[in-house]
Nanobody
């Protein structure tokens, strides 16, 4: 069983930065892959970034490449998403997720077994 709790969301102006955190409980073997997803009002949830926790390999959606950076602190069981150069299109509820296994794909939502409640990010122009 894995519990995920996100934090760090808030309101910022375009061009600003935020760092999201996801604190996980449970055995690391139950979260081989972890990722961030987001959902804006009226839109489908989309993948943002993912990391293979054991080795630190990362993957980013094209929309956030060069702007967002994943990192982790295994001792604290915490995953971070540093978000820079934010724009209004980044406004969404951001969710942390964990997958027990990895099947060669990064942001397929059905692969993820556990989900946090989300943290709101609002970017104004």
């Amino acid at each position: 069983q894995v519990l995920l709790v996100e934090s760090g969301g808030g309101s910022v102006q375009a061009g600003g930065s935020l760092r999201l955190s996801c604190v996980a409980s449970g055995d690391s073997r139950s979260r081989k892959l972890m990722g961030w997803f987001r959902q804006a009002p009226g839109k489908e949830r989309e993948g943002v970034a993912a990391i293979l926790t054991a080795v630190g390999s990362t993957y980013y959606a094209d929309s956030v490449k060069g702007r967002f950076t994943l990192s982790q602190d295994n001792a604290k069981k915490t995953l971070y998403l540093q978000m820079n150069s934010l724009n209004p299109e980044d406004t969404a509820m951001y969710y942390c997720a964990a997958a027990i296994g990895w099947y060669g794909r990064w942001l397929r939502q059905d692969d993820y077994n556990y989900w946090g409640r989300g943290t709101q990010v609002t970017v104004s122009s």
